[in-house]
Structures are given as structure tokens and as C-alpha cells.
């Protein structure tokens, strides 16, 4: 009911293959986040984008891709998984910027063998 | 470099007991952020506070943002069981995205 949905919840996957994370969101929101948790890291930013196929980089963005072709959907992929990219990543949306709060998903629990 | 130091790291207290939640930068923001996450889920906004110096209360929870709007308390009265969680800030400076603080873990027991 949150409007957010993150696909799927948990992933196992080997080192070096592809993984493509979902966001769908049914809010209309302009802005949609990519976050990764690690223990003593707390949230770090992997990606953002602030409309259809406009998106930056955030502090840890090295071997992570995204794309936005649709407002409702934010994709992350990993390139080439490594086992440093086992973590929890959550996707948020924000409707106009980030003095706004956002509205996070259930997170995808990673894990990288 | 962690823009945002929380403190304590970990809390552990009984039911019944105050307590207080630092989140401390040299920074200033244009607003700073208050959530909560419990195991396996999403953080959830509690509050957002935009005025330096301003007070938010939400029942039991209370939230303060500093004058120069570079740090933030959340004080708790009389925690609750129900309390128990990640509690993380997070500040607005220029750019799009929020910055997020380490966390702070509370355990509330009856």
C-alpha cells in the first residue's frame, strides 16, 4: 500500500554474472533512489534520478548501472557481481526533492558467491 | 567521511525509561530527517524539521534541530517495547539525495 515495490526480495547469485535490480513505483514521485546497507556503513547512495532517463551518480556508484525509461520503474544493475556488492539495497521515492521525505521499499537482500 | 554522527551507537534500556538520540554534523542542512526501521523492512519517516531551533512532537517522541541547523536530538519518554529499532537521521544539503547517519539501535525491554 506504500505505493513502492522493490524486485525480488532476495537474490543469490555468483561472482561475475549480471543482476538487475527492479523498483516499481505507482506514486507518479519525480525522484527515485538507490541505496545499499551494510553493517557500520549505515545507508550510502548508489544512484538517483530526478525524471524519465535524467540520473546521477551517488558516493559508491563503481560497478552499478541504472536506468529510468519510465517514471514508475528505476532499474539497478550490477555489472559484473563481486562479493563486495553483497549487501541490503533499498530503493526510495521522493515527489520533489529531498527537504521531502522518502518512502522506502522492503528492500532486496543480496547475496553474492 | 560520514557527514552525520549519531550517538549512541547502541542503546539498550527498560520500559519505562527516557532516553536521547543524538545526530551531530558540522554541516548545515536545509532540513534534517528522522526514521525508524525495524528488521527486514524499509526505513519509515517520522519527522521532517526545516527551522533551526524548531520542536516537533509525535506522541511520545520528541525532535529538536539545532540553531545553526547542523544537528538534531530525538528524545523518547517513557519508551515502549514497541520503541525498539533503527533509528537513523539523515540531512538535506544541496543536490538531490538525503545523507544518512550510521543509525542508532534501540532495544526496549518489558
Known amino acids: 500500500d506504500a505505493g513502492i515495490t522493490q524486485s525480488p526480495r532476495h537474490k543469490v547469485t555468483e561472482t561475475g554474472t549480471p543482476v538487475t535490480l527492479r523498483c516499481h513505483q505507482t506514486?507518479?514521485?519525480?525522484?527515485m533512489y538507490w541505496y545499499r546497507q551494510d553493517p557500520g556503513h549505515g545507508l550510502r547512495l548508489i544512484h538517483y534520478?530526478?525524471?524519465?532517463?535524467?540520473?546521477d551518480k551517488g558516493e559508491v556508484s563503481d560497478g552499478y548501472s541504472v536506468s529510468r525509461s519510465k517514471t514508475e520503474d528505476f532499474l539497478l544493475t550490477l555489472e559484473s557481481a563481486t562479493s563486495s556488492q553483497t549487501s541490503v539495497y533499498f530503493c526510495?521515492?521522493?515527489?520533489?526533492?529531498?527537504?521531502?521525505?522518502?518512502?522506502f521499499g522492503s528492500g532486496t537482500r543480496l547475496t553474492v558467491v | 567521511t560520514q557527514l552525520l554522527e549519531q550517538s549512541p551507537q547502541f542503546l539498550s534500556i527498560q520500559e519505562g525509561e527516557n532516553l536521547t538520540v543524538y545526530c551531530n554534523s558540522s554541516?548545515?542542512?536545509?532540513?534534517l530527517q528522522w526514521y525508524r526501521q525495524e528488521p527486514g523492512e524499509g526505513p519509515v519517516l517520522l519527522v521532517t524539521?526545516?527551522?533551526?531551533?524548531e520542536v516537533k512532537k509525535l506522541k511520545r517522541l520528541t525532535f529538536q534541530f539545532g540553531d545553526a541547523r547542523k544537528d538534531s536530538s530525538l528524545h523518547i519518554t517513557a519508551a515502549q517495547p514497541g520503541d525498539t529499532g533503527l533509528y537513523l537521521c539523515a540531512g538535506a544539503k544541496s543536490g538531490y539525495a538525503l545523507n544518512f547517519g550510521k543509525g542508532t539501535s534501540l532495544l526496549v525491554t518489558p
Open positions: 534520478s530526478y525524471g524519465v532517463k535524467d540520473t
Open positions: 524539521v526545516v527551522t533551526g531551533g
Open positions: 554541516s548545515v542542512f536545509s532540513s
Open positions: 506514486e507518479n514521485h519525480r525522484y
Open positions: 526510495a521515492i521522493n515527489p520533489d526533492g529531498p527537504n521531502y521525505g522518502y518512502t
